[in-house]
């Protein structure tokens, strides 16, 4: 019984750019970038004890989401030597951005949310003492109000409690939040893809797609 000739790959005994012996590469996203976006994870967390718990100031968490961005998008196709094609650059940017940017979202979102939902309308006795509120987006409203918004938050709807918890979480959680963090890190990821593309591969690089271990060195 006659037998037909290996495949290509199997003669050659090589397996293909990206791959480890008796797996398959993923089809659009690089394994770099998929390790990049683990990465991406922890950048998120750090980010978020920063900017949210130690120095809660919004501005520079959305300085950080573009920077953020930048980094995590050069890295996802550092991580898989990645030059060419143009769309793959991009896909393996985005990929990792977006990863970083959802955990981000989500560990921001709930810190903010946490801040409200257990107001419990403490002040110091120096600031006008104890606000009379129930715990939650109540007392956060009345802190407002008495701040000298109440006029300013009349006009968008919110008038008590209740809707200032619901502006809250739409507003100031979805779209002022997620929105422009998943924005500003797909942005940032974009500027490095772009850069990245524009690059030529070295002459002594792995192939491309090639997912290039951490130096040990």
Do not use: H
């Amino acid at each position: 019984m006659s037998v037909g000739p290996a495949p290509a790959a199997s003669a050659s005994g090589a397996p293909a750019a990206g791959t480890r012996p008796g797996r398959v590469s993923p089809r659009f996203i690089d394994k770099g970038a998929i390790f990049a976006g683990y990465v991406g994870i922890g950048m998120a967390v750090v980010i978020a004890i920063a900017f949210a718990l130690i120095i809660p100031v919004q501005t520079l968490v959305f300085i950080a989401t573009i920077l953020g961005g930048v980094l995590i998008g050069a890295y996802a196709n550092q991580r898989s030597n990645r030059y060419r094609p143009m769309k793959r650059v991009f896909a393996n940017a985005v990929w990792a951005a977006l990863v970083t940017a959802i955990s981000l979202s989500i560990l921001y979102g709930g810190i903010r949310l946490l801040f409200v939902y257990a107001d419990s309308g403490f002040r110091n006795p120096g600031q006008g003492g104890q606000i009379e509120c129930q715990v939650g987006p109540d007392c956060t409203y009345l802190r407002y109000v008495e701040d000298g918004q109440a006029d300013e938050l009349a006009a968008i709807g919110v008038t008590d409690g209740a809707s200032f918890g619901s502006y809250f979480f739409w507003d100031g959680v979805i779209v002022n939040g997620a929105g422009l963090i998943i924005l500003f890190t797909v942005a940032g990821a974009l500027v490095a893809a772009g850069v990245r593309s524009l690059q030529a591969p070295p002459p002594d690089a792995p192939a491309q797609g090639t997912f290039v271990p951490r130096s040990r060195s």
